[in-house]
């Protein structure tokens, strides 16, 4: 195990939706490589509520990359300079002594910044009230697999599924869009059987309810590479497809 | 916990434009709806749709515009009992399409209206969705940002396309207004190519809108497939190719008029072909 030496924290402070924040330096004299970048914010905030000053306050829950809240804007790239990670599975062995690195928030009108570095990203909460369901009987649990389901389909589905709703893709997005987002929850369900019921309903609500809130994709692909879990922008080509398809079935031919 | 028990915290999010409950909600889709175009047009989604639309017919426009040009290089021809240039020949050929069912140059001017309607709406949906853009993200990130995939020609696509826009309106004014065009003559379309072109700085207005237009397509051609929702892995890794493909073709051809005009090849000659006064005695 080794140090890093010198590393020089350039982060955002506000202190509420009303303030208009600034950045603030501060310097680790000292931090192991193994220790996560949330490690680091943690070790950072230990030494500033000991010397009286208020704590960074800053989004996470599992640490371990499957629960989509930790959120920062590290070095102008969400999540940091990894690819494929969030920002809880970032390590300090990936940056050199003397770095300084630039801690932002995620920045969206659609996600307000709630204070330091925590913003309230309820609106991709709203898209998935929408249309992220699927209609299932209540009662026993069924049996698995009685939906017979080819491979390849399921493989697509759950490479959809495996989005954990963090925001790096809007965060990432030079106009703030949610396509990704958006694309990934409703791709997920609509390539299922179980998905079909609601297919076309789902598609309309969802691409209005993000219009409402989110900028417009304009195929920079940032968000595929900003994206912890490395989802393809071809799930926003299947809801556009699907939306297109949409607006002609919720009309008159829904039945066919 | 309910987001007003945040207090302070919590900002609610107002619904600006008012579009109502959901559609998938159990509430339904409230009231009569519009037009079906206008709907699909009021969306981020549906105004992608007619970007990729527009921008497919701005294609095989300026790809067809290129490939008739090119008659530029096929120099003197016979043509009823006389010599013409083989390009002054297209250009009344254009006018004459479909004639014997329309009367003279109507479908030259439908083509044109198409074009014209094409290049309104995909200027009015850029406009738009920048619009839109912009208003999703008030506040700027402060620090630099570091851009992944994001290209030249994507984060230029505005830039490029205004640079498009105001070229088309020279381009209009020097060829067939004839505004700018020293000595212009309608339909004589070799001489006034020659005029024009002989000209540096004019030479190069036309090299430099023509590469910002090969950097337009670069982007547009791939980004058409995403927003136009074709996706396939059958194809899908021969769409940054063609998108290189058509914009190299468009500039390689397009950037070769100024120059060999300023080389001397495209060169006109009014002996090398019969003057309307030759033929009429």
């Known amino acids: ?256 | 916990m309910h987001p007003s028990s945040f207090g302070q915290m919590a900002q609610t999010i107002s619904n600006e434009r008012g579009r109502g409950p959901v559609s998938g909600t159990a509430v339904g889709k409230n009231g009569k709806r519009k037009p079906f175009l206008i709907d699909f047009y009021s969306t981020a989604v549906g105004k992608k749709y007619v970007m990729a639309i527009t921008g497919i017919v701005g294609i095989g426009f300026v790809v067809g515009h290129m490939i008739g040009n090119l008659k530029a290089y096929l120099g003197v021809i016979n043509h009823q009992g006389g010599r013409a240039y083989d390009v002054d020949v297209y250009g009344e050929y254009l006018r004459e399409l479909l004639v014997p069912i329309l009367p003279h140059g109507y479908f030259l001017w439908i083509m044109r209206l198409g074009l014209i309607t094409a290049v309104l709406l995909h200027i009015h949906a850029a406009y738009s969705l920048t619009i839109l853009n912009r208003k999703a993200r008030p506040v700027k990130y402060q620090s630099a940002r570091d851009y992944q995939i994001a290209n030249f020609a994507s984060r230029t696509m505005r830039y490029t396309g205004i640079i498009v826009v105001l070229f088309l309106f020279w381009h209009l004014a020097d060829l067939t207004w004839g505004w700018f065009n020293p000595g212009f003559e309608q339909g004589a379309v070799y001489r006034n190519l020659d005029a024009s072109l002989s000209r540096v700085p004019v030479a190069l207005i036309y090299i430099v809108a023509n590469i910002a237009l090969g950097i337009h397509l670069f982007h547009g051609v791939w980004s058409l497939f995403q927003s136009m929702g074709w996706n396939n892995p059958r194809f899908n890794q021969w769409r940054r190719g063609l998108a290189t493909g058509i914009a190299t073709l468009i500039v390689v051809g397009n950037v070769s008029f100024p120059i060999m005009t300023l080389a001397g090849v495209i060169d006109y000659d009014a002996t090398a072909v019969t003057q309307l006064e030759e033929l009429s005695e």
């Open chain 1, 1 to 256: 195990m080794s140090h890093l030496n010198n590393i020089t924290i350039k982060i955002w402070r506000q202190s509420g939706p009303a303030d208009s924040g600034r950045f603030e330096s501060h310097l680790i004299d000292e931090i192991s490589d193994e220790a996560s970048f949330l490690e680091l914010l943690d070790i950072l905030n230990e030494t500033l509520i000991e010397s009286g000053l208020e704590a960074i306050a800053f989004d996470h829950d599992c640490r371990e990359g499957i629960c989509g809240t930790c959120s920062l804007m590290i070095d102008g790239r969400a999540h940091g300079p990894e690819r494929g990670t969030a920002t809880c599975q970032l390590h300090m062995r990936k940056f050199s002594s003397g770095d300084t690195i630039v801690v932002e928030p995620w920045r969206a009108k659609a996600f307000p910044i709630i204070k330091d570095l925590m913003v309230d990203r309820a609106p991709l909460d709203r898209i998935i009230e929408s249309g992220g369901f699927i209609t299932a009987e209540t009662g026993g649990a069924p049996d698995a697999n009685l939906i017979p389901i080819p491979k390849p389909v399921a493989d697509a589905s759950m490479d959809a599924a495996e989005c954990i709703g963090c925001g790096a893709c809007v965060a990432a997005c030079p106009n703030g869009a949610a396509n990704l987002f958006t694309g990934a929850k409703m791709s997920h369900l609509n390539l299922l059987p179980q998905g079909q019921a609601e297919r076309f309903k789902r598609a309309e609500a969802m691409v209005e309810t993000m219009d409402e809130y989110f900028g417009s994709c304009t195929n920079h692909g940032e968000c595929e590479a900003a994206c912890p879990k490395s989802i393809s922008i071809d799930v926003i080509a299947m809801m556009n497809a699907d939306y297109l398809k949409s607006k002609f079935k919720n009309r008159k031919s829904l039945s066919r």
